[in-house]
């Protein structure tokens, strides 16, 4: 997916933690228009092998996963959004590496594909549960063979897998790190239902908006409530819980992934430590 030009120089970013307290406006014709939305990734740092695939789909007995996430240590597993199943691999190789570059490098890389290329954009949406419940299982699976940390994350509609992912994780089992990029979705989302009561089931959730992505803030917020992906939730979700603005750095949409600043700060929390065992 092209990112816009960035300077080598990586932004300030801004963020506020928040403590814990407890109309979808979207229409297909502006997020057609913005149908680049998640349709091709393509950093020139992608030097290494690719990470492995899972594909997530409805088959005839429902929804399920193609594979198993591989044990290890620390694992990073990515959800692409709308149109980003073709381009999933390197996507996930751009935020992988925006995260080696900023100080964090994981054992192994999983890109979760789930069929996100139509042009029923409420289908779509609708599907990202089903994809988080699925996902959910799979680290849970993961965690009983004896796997390390997950750090997940997840852009566009895939921000919104991984915000389901941890409401639908079972009791006893926690996401190291669950990270949204410029999510579709409303901030009221987040500060209540579907997803506040899953912020429990992760250790740290941070959300990366920025005023410029354009996409999101023209289908989301309003009336009262806010952009997720453009202005952050608006609202005290839990301790746990941080905004991370990169307005200063993510110029559209498209540019969260690979992006230095996100990868930087990203890579900064995780080895933060707070989290580990």
């Known amino acids: 997916m092209p990112n816009d030009d960035m300077s080598n120089d990586v932004p300030a970013v801004t963020e506020s933690t928040t403590d814990r307290r407890t109309l979808l406006k979207a229409t297909s014709t502006?997020?057609?228009g913005g149908a680049g939305l998640?349709?091709?990734?393509?950093?020139?740092?992608?030097?290494?092998l690719g990470p492995d695939t899972i594909e997530v789909d409805d088959g005839w007995?429902?929804?399920?996963?193609?594979?198993?996430?591989p044990v290890t240590d620390e694992l990073l597993v990515f959800i692409h959004g709308w149109f980003g199943d073709t381009t999933v691999s390197s996507q996930a190789t751009d935020v992988r590496d925006s995260l080696v570059a900023g100080g964090y490098t994981p054992d192994e890389t999983v890109a979760i594909e789930w069929p996100a290329t139509t042009l029923n954009y409420f289908g779509a949406k609708s599907d990202t549960e089903d994809v988080g419940e699925v996902v959910a299982g799979l680290i849970e699976d993961f965690s009983d063979a004896g796997g390390g940390n997950v750090r997940l994350v997840g852009h566009s509609l895939g921000g919104r897998c991984v915000y389901w992912t941890a409401t639908k994780l079972s009791d006893g089992y926690e996401i190291e790190t669950v990270a949204g990029l410029g999510t579709a979705a409303d901030g009221s989302e987040i500060c209540g239902d579907p997803w506040n009561p899953g912020l429990n089931n992760a250790c740290e959730v941070r959300n990366y908006h920025s005023?410029?992505?354009s996409t999101v803030g023209s289908a989301y917020g309003g009336f009262g409530d806010t952009a997720l992906g453009t202005e952050g939730a608006g609202c005290d979700p839990g301790s746990n819980y941080t905004d991370v603005d990169?307005?200063?750095?993510v110029g559209s949409h498209l540019a969260y992934l690979g992006d230095d600043a996100v990868g930087s700060e990203l890579a900064a929390?995780?080895?933060?430590?707070?989290?580990?065992?």
């Not at 007995?61 to 996430?69: H, I, K, N, R, T």
């Not at 990169?246 to 750095?249: A, N």
């Open 61 to 69: 007995f429902g929804w399920s996963a193609d594979d198993d996430l």
């Open 269 to 277: 929390a995780i080895n933060g430590g707070s989290c580990d065992d």
């Open 211 to 213: 005023q410029n992505d």
């Open 30 to 32: 502006t997020l057609i």
């Open 38 to 48: 998640t349709a091709a990734s393509g950093s020139a740092s992608a030097q290494s």
């Open 246 to 249: 990169v307005t200063d750095s």
